[in-house]
């Protein structure tokens, strides 16, 4: 089956859901040779494989894998790094016909690498993060209409470039303007880095007591091994607020080596962060131009990505 030219697939989506088992049954299907990037912002660091639910060792054999164990505990990375570094691979994964399987629920490292992302100074890399929570903040308040609108107010030429409205590229140009005090529709240009492929999403979709099960169960069956790895990484002097740390999981493992809360309370504080970080990821991957959703068995939902991307539907 001929698929679409310079297109990528990603499978996004919340944690939980299947993401690792659909790219590996695509993987196998497909007829064409296929590789994994890992757009997960905390699988890129090494020793923590347990809480980050990274592919175990027959899986990572099954097919190659990208953007894994490629930055140490005490290490910081960031959105446009990855978009950087996988885009790279993505480019030679292209030319030599093989199909770039990204696969991942950090939605931040989705965006930068499928989308684009800003060459901004490092000086105002709190400054967009702030401006973006406030964006997003007004978004799920007020509606995609009202973020026009006050887009509108600052950046009138951003408006016309996006007559259909698309909230994740308002909430760009309008995260861009209270960070910088500049224009995106001016500055772009100057500033933009733009993927040069196409990208076919994926989002694999359960009832969310389904879904809610599936975490709370694989909660439980990582409590143990996320506590062993947080413990290890505090013997080597990793700090619990180093960025491969502060994360769900290991968080409330390490509040519970330290005795700030008993392991009970830990493992529920545990399920329930993971829970909001799933209708986060949600949330944020419904804003996705042309997101394809997904529902049946791996075989099932395999068959139906690999018919988005042909090229003679």
């Known amino acids: 089956m001929p698929i679409k030219p310079n297109t990528v697939l990603a499978i996004t989506g919340p944690t939980a859901s299947g993401k690792t088992a659909l790219s590996l049954e695509i993987a196998s299907m497909i007829g064409m040779p296929a590789e994994i990037i890992s757009a997960d912002s905390r699988q890129i660091f090494r020793l923590l494989d347990i809480g980050t639910a990274k592919p175990n060792a027959q899986e990572l054999a099954t097919i190659k894998h990208h953007c894994i164990d490629i930055c140490d505990p005490d290490e910081t990375f960031n959105a446009g790094a990855f978009a950087k570094k996988a885009g790279e691979i993505i480019q030679e994964l292209l030319s030599k016909n093989t199909l770039p399987i990204i696969v991942g629920g950090s939605g931040l490292y989705v965006q930068a690498l499928c989308e684009g992302f800003f060459e901004m100074p490092s000086d105002k890399a709190e400054s967009f993060h702030i401006a973006r929570k406030e964006v997003q903040e007004f978004h799920e308040m007020h509606g995609r209409d009202a973020l026009f609108e006050a887009l509108r107010a600052v950046d009138p030429q951003s408006c016309e470039d996006y007559p259909d409205k698309n909230p994740r590229r308002i909430m760009r140009a309008l995260e861009f303007h209270k960070a910088m005090g500049l224009r995106f529709s001016v500055q772009k240009s100057r500033m933009m ?79 329930q962060a993971t829970r909001n970080y799933a209708k986060r990821q949600i949330t944020w991957s419904k804003r996705l131009e042309g997101l394809h959703m997904l529902r049946g068995n791996n075989q099932e939902m395999a068959m139906e990505a690999i018919t988005l991307l042909n090229a003679d539907p």
């Not at 733009?194 to 969310?208: A, G, K, L, Q, W």
């Open 193 to 271: 880095t733009y993927p040069e492929f196409d990208t076919c999403y994926v989002m694999i979709e359960h009832d969310r007591e389904i879904l809610y099960r599936r975490i709370n169960e694989r909660c439980d069956q990582m409590w143990e091994g996320t506590v062993k790895e947080a413990q290890s990484m505090l013997e080597k002097g990793i700090s619990r607020k180093a960025q491969s740390l502060d994360t769900v999981g290991y968080a409330q493992a390490i509040a519970s080596i330290y005795g700030e809360i008993d392991e009970k309370t830990a493992i529920e504080k545990m399920k």
